[in-house]
């Protein structure tokens, strides 16, 4: 559901998620996730059709010259 504040967010309920997901295992197809630390890799995660998005915060920290530690 979107965020009541800036509309932003996932426009999806979580039974619709759930729905998606059975269908395509039903359909005996694989399931994929790709990790994404900054917002354009998720951009074009989206874009090329994963099923789901895996975060972490270490790409912020990473862009700013440190380690993946850092986060």
Same mark, same amino acid.
């Given at each position: 559901?979107?965020?009541?504040?800036?509309?932003?967010?996932?426009?999806?309920?979580?039974e619709e998620v759930r729905q998606r997901l059975q269908k395509? /295992?039903?359909?005996?197809?694989? =399931?994929?996730?790709?990790?994404? %630390?900054?917002?354009? @890799?998720?951009?074009?995660?989206?874009? %090329?059709?994963?099923?789901? /998005? =895996? =975060?972490?915060?270490?790409?912020?920290?990473?862009?700013?010259?440190?380690? @993946?530690?850092?986060?």
């Open positions: 559901m979107p965020n009541k504040w800036t509309g932003k967010g996932n426009p999806y309920t979580r395509t /295992l039903a359909q005996k197809k694989a =399931i994929i996730g790709a990790g994404a %630390g900054t917002g354009i @890799s998720a951009k074009f995660i989206e874009k %090329g059709g994963a099923d789901f /998005l =895996i =975060i972490y915060n270490s790409g912020r920290f990473r862009m700013s010259g440190h380690g @993946s530690t850092a986060g």
